[in-house]
């Protein structure tokens, strides 16, 4: 158990539909990562919150949000899901905001049917 | 564009042997390389990793051999056993920097 949870661990939904994936992050860690790992493009950044704020946009779809709440964990929105979004997004955490030493979480594998 | 380029995709080695998996990135202002592990239905973890000013690192049987002017690092897993079958990424960043950039992986099959 690498300390860092996220929920669902598995989610089966329909394009269109609208999803929420959660994340706490390691006790002590402010900063938390969201990356998305598909079969053809890897694992990709999309963003990064510090202690509530946002510090970092990567690949992000504008169809996805995310924020950090004042319990530090943090929430990813996905909506009008494609056929594409289908993957594994994994949420990490680290204790300040260098991405140097990341602990992932296992995953919440995704697919839209 | 991917900025880490990681070879190759798979690999198959017998238990005992030696596995080599490269990178190469572009972006000079990368100033942190480190490896992940990953196996079935879990999340990246952390390896090990090496700075530029270090041409090489040892954490038991794992090294990082790193050549700054080719822009290239390597892994190199020793005496390879079967719990180290597992795709591996690389990955490289600025450490004041907020992403990790990471390779496509390598898969890594310890024949036993």
């Known amino acids: 158990d690498s300390g860092v949870t996220q929920t669902p661990k598995h989610l089966i939904t329909a394009t269109g539909q609208r999803v929420t994936l959660r994340c706490s992050p390691r006790?002590?860690?402010?900063?938390v990562y969201w990356y998305q790992q598909s079969l053809d493009q890897g694992l990709q950044f999309l963003i990064h919150?510090?202690?509530?704020?946002?510090?970092a946009k990567g690949n992000i779809l504008e169809r996805f949000s995310a924020q950090q709440f004042p319990d530090l964990h943090s929430e990813l929105n996905l909506s009008s899901l494609e056929l594409g979004d289908s993957a594994l997004y994994f949420c990490?955490?680290?204790?300040?905001?260098?991405?140097?030493?990341?602990?992932f979480g296992a995953g919440s594998r995704l697919t839209v049917l | 564009q991917q900025q880490v380029k990681q070879s190759p995709q798979s690999l198959i080695v017998q238990k005992g042997g030696i596995s080599i998996i490269n990178c190469a990135y572009e972006?000079?202002?990368?100033?942190?390389f480190p490896w992940y592990q990953q196996f079935p239905g879990k999340g990246p973890a952390l390896l090990i990793a090496?700075?530029?000013?270090?041409s090489e690192k040892k954490e038991g049987r794992f090294t990082i051999s790193f050549n700054k002017s080719a822009k290239q690092f390597s892994l190199h897993i020793m005496d390879s056993q079967p719990g180290d079958s597992a795709t591996y990424f690389c990955?490289?960043?600025?450490?004041?920097?907020?992403?990790?950039?990471f390779g496509a992986g390598t898969t890594v099959t310890v024949r036993a």
């Open positions: 090496i700075r530029p000013d270090v």
């Open positions: 006790s002590g860690d402010l900063s």
């Open positions: 972006n000079t202002a990368f100033d942190y």
């Open positions: 919150y510090y202690n509530g704020e946002e510090r």
């Open positions: 990955a490289a960043s600025m450490l004041s920097d907020y992403k990790l950039s």
């Open positions: 990490a955490s680290s204790r300040s905001t260098g991405a140097n030493v990341l602990t």
